[in-house]
């Protein structure tokens, strides 16, 4: 990694590679070939770090994401310590949704809570629609952040209409998706309405950040699991792939991520993506049989195998790099997010891993 007077931190001093859209990162995605398996985390921004923690301290959460500065900051140090072959832009799946007006607040420890949940129509037409003027601090972090980066991709990211529509019916977050569902089963014309405006708000975030520079873009669809396939495929796939067609023109590649989602896979790489997010319960070689040939993967470390003894971690680690030989293309990430007491080091440690067991 080299590192100039402007706080650069590329991957690379080769002048030959042609920047971030010829990384080892965006090659995966693409199933082009890689000199190794690229890695990045999700969540690798956060409370695992103490210079995170550092940053953070008397600043709340939403206002943090509204700092440029400080987005470029955060963002940029997991880049730093451990050496990832991505960043993601450190903001939340609720920021487009609070510029639209909805009253919310990230409490630490519990997660988005929303002070009037979403009921009926009217609550929905409340919910107003939003411009790149909206979001003038989402492109100003992330212009900031592509200059500084170098020939290191930065990840884009936005919640999918389904995981945030929970957030907005439930008022916060739920373990069995009662009310989303009731909603879903009770009212299907409020319920596509409200994930109608989801979908634009969520397509604007995305435009935002690509338009400012961003190499590639995850749509979070983390509570997806709670559903059926048939339910998804009726009330979730079509607002989602709405949300993903709206990028096709944008020439970076799509991942799309969902906790719990074995029986979805097919379904969430139908929903236009061009990479599905695996979690920890599917091996990568038989989730790549249910997505088929023309999609990469990404994943898949149990979260908590990064407390388990180094010996475990690395046989998991050299696992799941087997199963991804027999993928299209593999992206190296965990199943779920980085827990907040992870050790840091551990994660540093599975990154040179990563990269010289997979070297090529
Ligand atoms: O991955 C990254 O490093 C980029 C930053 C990022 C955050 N949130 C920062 C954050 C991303 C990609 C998200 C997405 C997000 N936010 C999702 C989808 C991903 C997933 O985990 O499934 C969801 C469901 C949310 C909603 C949300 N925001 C939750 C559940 C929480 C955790 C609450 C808690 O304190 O335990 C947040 C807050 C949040 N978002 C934090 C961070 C770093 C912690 C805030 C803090 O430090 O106080």
Known sequence: MTTTTAGNVSRSGDPAQAGPADSPFVRACRRLPVPHTPVWFM?????????????????????SCRRPELVREITL????????????????????VAAAGVDLEIVPGTGPVVAEPVRDAADVSRIRPIGPDDLSFVDEAVRLLVADLGDTPLIGFAGAPFTLASYLVEGGPSRNHVKTKAL???????????????????????????????????????????????????????????????????????????VGTAELLGAMGEAGAD????????????????????????GNLDPCVLFAPWSVIETEVRRILAEGESTPGHVFNLGHG?????????LTRVVALVHEASAR
Not at 226 to 239: C, G, I, N, T
Not at 278 to 293: C, E, K, N, Q, S
Not at 338 to 346: F, G, K, R
């Open 43 to 63: 969540r690798q921004a956060g409370r695992s770090l103490p210079e995170y923690r550092d940053l953070r301290a008397g600043v709340a959460m939403l206002e």
């Open 77 to 96: 140090q997991p880049v730093r310590r451990h050496g990832v072959d991505a960043a993601i832009l450190f903001s939340d799946i609720v920021v487009p």
């Open 184 to 258: 879903m089963y009770g009212a299907p014309e409020v319920w596509h309405a409200l994930c109608d405006r989801l979908a634009e708000i969520t397509g604007e975030f995305l435009r935002v950040q690509v338009d400012a520079g961003a190499s590639a873009v995850q749509l979070f669809d983390s509570w997806a699991g709670a559903l059926s396939e048939a339910d998804y495929r009726r009330f979730v796939l079509p607002h989602s792939a709405r949300v993903l067609a709206g990028l096709a023109d944008a020439g970076v590649p799509r991942i799309h991520f969902g």
């Open 275 to 298: 990479v599905v997010g695996v979690d920890w319960r599917t091996p990568l070689d038989a989730a790549t049989v249910r997505i088929g040939p023309d999609k990469a993967v990404q």
């Open 338 to 346: 980085v827990l907040p007491e992870t050790d840091p080091d551990v």
